[in-house]
């Protein structure tokens, strides 16, 4: 179910330290209640494990978006409604400035997802391309260029829930998870 996986365990805890008032009472009620899904949109073609090596671009436009590039190894991205990605917004001295953590809706114009199929002839990854997609600097969480730092603190919360599983100790985490949620509303 939705209210497992990314959403509670990664994109919830970072929106509550990192997220707007607006991307709070926007997405975690969602969360919470297991309205939505969300996938994470880090990989890329070419980047192999190099997550500061995006291609992916975001072009601001006003007080809009577009982003043009393609993610891969989506797991699955063809089941959620939204994702967290990082898109390069500038171009720094070192690889990791210009990062920009965004929010995009995957129902958006220009947004195609692609299933990997494996020898199984099942998969939960997909590549997800974005074809000049129009997403509101809203949906930015933090500021534009400064998304590097969010992008480790999302992983540190990743690795706490993946810890938490292999420990035995993930039962009943939920529900600690959504009384957090619930009190910062």
Same mark, same amino acid.
């Given at each position: 179910?939705?209210?497992?996986?990314?959403?509670?365990?990664?994109?919830?805890?970072?929106?509550?330290?990192?997220?707007?008032?607006?991307?709070?009472?926007?997405?975690?009620? %969602?969360?919470?209640?297991?309205?939505?899904?969300?996938?994470?949109?880090?990989?890329?073609?070419?980047?192999?494990?190099?997550?500061?090596?995006?291609?992916?671009?975001?072009?601001?436009?006003?007080?809009?978006?577009?982003?043009?590039?393609?993610?891969?190894?989506?797991?699955? %991205?063809?089941?959620?409604?939204?994702?967290?990605?990082?898109?390069?917004?500038?171009?720094?001295?070192?690889?990791?400035?210009?990062?920009?953590?965004?929010?995009?809706?995957?129902?958006?114009?220009?947004?195609?997802?692609?299933?990997?199929?494996?020898?199984?002839?099942?998969?939960?990854?997909?590549?997800?391309?974005?074809?000049?997609?129009?997403?509101?600097?809203?949906?930015?969480?933090?500021?534009?260029?400064?998304?590097?730092?969010?992008?480790?603190?999302?992983?540190?919360?990743?690795?706490?829930?993946?810890?938490?599983?292999?420990?035995?100790?993930?039962?009943?985490?939920?529900?600690?998870?959504?009384?957090?949620?619930?009190?910062?509303?």
């Amino acid at each position: 179910p939705p209210v497992v996986g990314f959403g509670l365990t990664m994109i919830g805890p970072t929106l509550l330290h990192y997220g707007s008032e607006q991307q709070k009472n926007t997405h975690l009620p %969602a969360i919470v209640r297991g309205d939505i899904r969300w996938c994470q949109g880090y990989s890329e073609p070419n980047a192999g494990s190099d997550l500061a090596n995006i291609q992916t671009k975001a072009l601001v436009q006003g007080d809009t978006l577009v982003v043009s590039g393609q993610k891969i190894w989506t797991s699955y %991205a063809n089941d959620s409604d939204w994702i967290f990605a990082l898109v390069r917004t500038s171009k720094g001295d070192k690889k990791q400035q210009g990062i920009t953590f965004v929010l995009i809706d995957l129902a958006s114009e220009g947004v195609q997802i692609r299933p990997i199929e494996l020898i199984s002839g099942q998969s939960p990854f997909c590549e997800v391309f974005f074809d000049s997609v129009r997403v509101p600097i809203a949906n930015v969480v933090g500021e534009i260029d400064q998304g590097w730092g969010i992008a480790k603190a999302l992983l540190g919360f990743e690795r706490s829930m993946i810890g938490a599983a292999v420990g035995g100790q993930l039962q009943g985490l939920e529900a600690v998870l959504v009384a957090k949620a619930r009190q910062s509303l």
